[in-house]
């Protein structure tokens, strides 16, 4: 009886509160709205950092160069001293040749794909080099020679090979010793070329 005399009295002041004002009448009936989280300015992502060395691009990333049924799509280029920090780290993790006296090392990620109606590769079978950087001079690949003989290998770049219809996303590097002045990307494959500049000169 004792309980059902304090629940009753609760349920008064309760009501008293909300008539006298004491709590909002809104607020005694509808659950508290939910807060809304701020939405979180995502950073933007760097594909470049060719203005470092003055050189402003006419096109932005990602840039595709499409050339005998072979599309060469260039999504992300860092270009660094090769005495710096980054570049001699990422020498050493992959075992990275030819790159001593070497002003830059020049750090890529690409995609490939072959929409041709036969394979296409770069390996003992086929020395061939599918696409070249030029930046006044050309710039060389450089071998990963821990990786070298790992086909399609997606984490660094060196012999690969694509059958009809198929792609691959890797990362490739590249040393260069000469001025930076401009820079176009071209692709050679099954006897037809195709240029794409990415900075005028």
Do not use: C, H
């Amino acid at each position: 009886m004792k309980k059902m005399m304090l629940k009753a009295s609760a349920a008064v002041l309760l009501l008293t509160q909300v008539v006298a004002g004491g709590i909002p009448a809104a607020a005694a009936e509808q659950p508290a709205p939910k807060v809304a989280a701020a939405a979180a300015t995502a950073a933007p992502v760097m594909t470049d950092n060719l203005a470092k060395y003055g050189l402003k691009k006419d096109v932005e990333l990602p840039v595709t160069v499409t050339a005998g049924g072979l599309s060469y799509t260039l999504e992300k280029i860092m270009i660094y001293e090769t005495k710096s920090a980054t570049a001699q780290a990422l020498i050493k993790k992959y075992g990275y040749t030819g790159t001593e006296g070497q002003k830059y090392f020049i750090w890529t990620k690409i995609t490939i794909k072959n929409s041709s109606n036969a394979k296409v590769q770069f390996s003992s079978k086929d020395l061939s080099d599918k696409w070249r950087f030029n930046f006044g001079e050309e710039a060389f690949t450089s071998m990963p020679r821990k990786f070298a003989e790992k086909v399609n290998n997606t984490e660094v770049l060196w012999t690969w090979e694509l059958a009809p219809g198929k792609k691959l996303t890797s990362y490739q590097a590249y040393t260069y010793n000469d001025k930076l002045e401009r820079f176009y990307i071209t692709v050679d494959n099954k006897g037809q070329k195709n240029v794409v500049d990415v900075v005028k000169k």
